[in-house]
């Protein structure tokens, strides 16, 4: 199975980033702690759990992540779904972190070579090629990143980001 190159990588996660924005954009932090109705998360615990996701994309580049395990923990799967400020952290701290990781990904990436991308890596219980892993995390964010357009609705937002 074929990978996508470093160049790919950066500006498949910058145009999540992009997306992540316009879909926040004018929703206050308690907007983004609205729990659906249905089985799911609220907003805060989605883009928390996307970064979750890029620290360890961060790990597999060899970088420090953006947060600390305890940080991330409250956003990892199958953590109980955040329905107070008291769990949450504000939505401006986990955009500015997203802005971040983005950072650090691309500036990893960029050093990245196309051998150190095709090197077998342990993850997930098995070996895989370092770009293919990137990938899988990539493809992963942007599962959760179409679930911010139904949540954005949901904070009683009528409109059409994308």
Known sequence: MTHPDAETLIQSYAVNLRIMHMQTDGLS???SLIQPRFRG????????????GRNTALKLLGEPPVWR???EARYKT???PITSDEHALPLKQLLRDLD???ERIGEALT???PEELAAMIPFRGSERPLGQALNGL???ETYHLGQLE???QLAGTDDAII
């Open 150 to 152: 139904l949540l954005r």
């Open 100 to 102: 971040r990781s983005q």
């Open 138 to 140: 990539h493809w992963h």
């Open 111 to 113: 050093r990245t070579s």
């Open 29 to 31: 932090h308690e907007d």
């Open 69 to 71: 395990e305890e940080d």
């Open 41 to 52: 998360n609220c907003l805060n615990w989605v883009l928390g759990h996307i970064l979750v």
């Open 78 to 80: 199958g953590s109980e």
